[in-house]
């Protein structure tokens, strides 16, 4: 009963930090297309001429910068895209994205435990629906925020320049990645600031809990389940701590050597 309680409480707080979270996103999503970039015709007009002002290095012999490295591409408001010119042909995202999102939505561990654990069929049913119509929402809590960024400080999120890229993020390649931190710190008062990210941290642990979680579900039920057949539930609750312990030692491990 104990575990029960504290289970569903832990629930409870999982799901109150991701509706904060998605709330708080928002709100500044709000704030920063009506105030900062003029309305969501603001957004169309100005992406296009969100262009850092340095694009020459310092060593063009080195460096060589064309146009197409930092002025915005014409499709860039375009799902279906050409499918031999653009950076995203429309058979990829058709065929080849299709077969993906099938496999992880409708077979991957993590999901298929998720479905499991409903309390009957008409309320897995009802959450696969529920999470499917979510799935419309990253648009604006993750595309637009980026590229409104670009937008508002586009000499540090759309550096071109490797120099001035190093400078600015720590890499020579781009500081896209700072886009969506840029936004919070440099727009968030100090409270909303670090509720954010608390809610970014517990979406992140709760992922990488559910990751854990089912790879040493894995491990127990069809790998050691099968070579002592007859172990307690207690000793294979021990064995898929060990599991999850060794994930995360070798994940520690490789990260110096690992691009993810």
């Not at 119509?133 to 990253?138: A, E, I, N």
């Not at 727009?187 to 790879?215: C, E, K, Q, T, Y």
Request: aromatic share 8%; proline share 5%; hydrophobic share 45%.
């Amino acid at each position: 009963m104990i575990f029960r309680s504290s289970a569903w409480a832990l629930q409870v707080l999982k799901a109150c930090s991701r509706t904060v979270g998605a709330v708080q996103q928002l709100e500044l999503l709000h704030k920063v297309i009506h105030f900062g970039v003029g309305g969501y015709q603001g957004v169309f007009d100005n992406y296009m001429n969100a262009v850092p002002k340095q694009t020459l290095s310092a060593t063009p012999g080195l460096y060589n910068i064309s146009a197409s490295c930092y002025l915005p591409r014409e499709d860039s408001f375009h799902m279906i895209r050409d499918a031999i010119t653009s950076d995203l042909p429309w058979p990829a995202v058709i065929l080849g994205l299709s077969v993906n999102s099938i496999w992880y939505w409708c077979s991957d561990q993590v999901i298929v435990q998720r479905c499991l654990a409903g309390k009957n069929l008409t309320h897995v049913k009802a959450g696969c629906i529920l999470c499917g119509y979510l799935k419309l929402l990253p648009m604006f809590l993750m595309v637009m925020p980026g590229m409104i960024s670009r937008i508002l400080y586009p000499d540090e999120v759309a550096c071109v320049v490797p120099e001035e890229c190093k400078r600015i993020c720590g890499t020579e390649v781009g500081c896209s990645n700072i886009a969506y931190p840029k936004l919070v710190v440099s727009l968030m008062p100090n409270g909303l600031r670090g509720l954010m990210l608390a809610v970014m941290l517990a979406a992140l642990m709760s992922s990488l809990a559910s990751i854990f979680n089912s790879s040493g579900t894995l491990f127990t039920m069809d790998i050691y389940n099968r070579l002592r057949p007859h172990a307690s539930e207690k000793e294979l609750l021990i064995v898929g701590r060990y599991v999850r312990d060794a994930e995360v030692f070798v994940k520690r491990v490789n990260e110096p050597v690992s691009p993810f």
